[in-house]
Nanobody, 126 residues
């Protein structure tokens, strides 16, 4: 059974940094996308960043230059380094996995991702 477990969320002041982690267990994958999504209160879940098995990445415009996604294949782990955080970044952040990737550039579509973590809260204060 595939499981994704996020950690690293918390409360931080605007301008600060956090690093989210996601560990995947239960199976190994060859062609995959891994991504971070977030959901703020009263809003739909939105794409943040993704990385493919190829190493290629994708970001939503609002986090470009501030967030960096990376992975450690040996540890089956995904990371999101978040710098220059803003109050608008406040949300529950979810790790997601698509285990049937077709193209080397990761997809940003929520519906493509088959496995999800339970989420970790990120709160950015003013």
């Amino acid at each position: 059974q595939v499981q994704l477990l996020e950690s690293g969320g918390g409360l931080v002041q605007a301008g600060g940094s956090l690093r989210l982690s996601c560990v995947v267990s239960g199976r190994t994958f060859s062609r995959y996308y891994m991504a971070w999504f977030r959901q703020a209160p009263g809003k739909e879940r939105e794409f943040v960043a993704a990385i493919a098995w190829s190493g290629r990445t994708a970001y939503t415009d609002s986090v470009k230059g501030r967030f960096a996604i990376s992975k450690d294949n040996a540890k089956n782990a995904l990371f999101l380094q978040m710098n220059s955080l803003k109050p608008d970044d406040t949300a529950v952040y979810y790790c997601a996995l698509d285990d049937d990737a077709l193209l080397p550039l990761p997809t940003t579509a929520t519906s493509r991702y088959d496995f999800w973590g339970q989420g970790t809260q990120v709160t950015v204060s003013t």
